[in-house]
């Protein structure tokens, strides 16, 4: 393979490569998308863009917008309807089909030819695997035939917090109201020694960054001291991920009462911290993981890690 070759295929991948990046969210979809009809369009032509099958009403009039936007930017020659004007030239036979929800290819197209219109530019977009896919396609009024037909993928894990909005999605909807796990750490609980010891946990959420618990952690440091400490806490979320709510790093209060038996001589103490931790969402938010880091009295510190399910 001459060097001329080895430069045009290294081209061609970096290209591909950076188009199949360029697709990672719906932005950069609808951008490619736009500059895709663009290129199909000729001078001057009348362009009718109609709606995209959307989850909500609000994807279908972004995707519209923002399409008609970018194509207008990719060329301002193409004359765009917008959709006002499609409504106004429907017969009133074809606005009682529009208002009943059923408005069929036959009929947009009827509207585009009276309105001059080379092209119409039509889609959908939703949910397929996981991921979301947003088909284009781009019907000849003259011909009544196909001139361009594209799908372009958008992993669901791009989809940032906007574009969830658009879709009508809140958190509460993927919201675990509540959480139990079982962990193991270390604690500092005397000056000389450290103690292994065990903890259940059960958190409630208050909302999406917020939760309330009780904590049961039983120690012993192997030279004759038992700790049996019960709390309750308070935790936040300061970035909770839109899709995994109570989740991410956290910032706990805590509070409550311990027993401390030692040499058959037991004290009940008032106990009082703070913590610091990162709770990670696993098997689609149902299983979790989370180290932590906690100080106070009277114990000192601790550092540990707990798995539980979220319900």
């Not at 947003?134 to 799908?151: C, G, H, N, P, Q």
Request: with cysteine; hydrophobic share 45%.
């Amino acid at each position: 393979m001459g060097l001329r070759q080895k430069i045009t295929l290294i081209f061609l991948t970096l290209s591909f490569c950076a188009r199949a990046f360029a697709e990672k969210t719906l932005d950069n979809a609808l951008r490619l998308a736009g500059a895709d009809i663009a290129r199909m369009c000729g001078v001057k032509d009348i362009l009718v863009i109609d709606d995209f099958a959307s989850p909500s009403a609000k994807m279908t009039e972004y995707i519209r917008e923002q399409l008609g936007d970018l194509i207008y930017a990719q060329d301002g020659l193409v004359r765009i309807v917008t959709r006002d004007k499609l409504s106004q030239q429907l017969t009133e036979r074809e606005r009682r089909f529009q208002n009943s929800g059923v408005v069929d290819e036959s009929t947009i197209l009827s509207v585009a030819k009276r309105l001059g219109a080379r092209n119409v530019v039509f889609g959908a977009f939703e949910e397929v695997g996981g991921d979301y896919i947003l088909r284009v396609r781009m019907i000849s009024v003259e011909t009544d035939a196909y001139v361009f037909r594209k799908s372009y993928t958008v992993p669901r894990s791009s989809i940032d917090e906007r574009t969830f909005r658009l879709l009508d999605w809140k958190p509460l909807k993927y919201l675990n109201w509540g959480s139990l796990g079982l962990g193991f750490e270390v604690n500092k609980n005397s000056i000389d020694y450290v103690a292994p010891a065990v903890n259940v946990a059960f958190d409630y959420a208050l909302g999406d960054k917020f939760s309330i618990g009780a904590h049961v952690i039983l120690g012993y440091d192997f030279h004759g001291l038992f700790t049996f400490e019960t709390f309750c806490t308070f935790r936040f979320y300061p970035k909770a991920p839109f899709l995994d709510p109570n989740s991410g790093f956290f910032i706990e209060a805590q509070v409550g009462l311990s027993a401390l038996v030692l040499d058959s001589d037991a004290h009940a103490v008032f106990n009082a911290g703070g913590a610091l931790g990162f709770r990670r969402l696993v098997d689609f938010g149902c299983l979790y993981l989370e180290p932590s880091l906690r100080v106070g009295y009277p114990y000192m510190f601790a550092v540990g890690f707990s798995a539980g399910l979220e319900f």
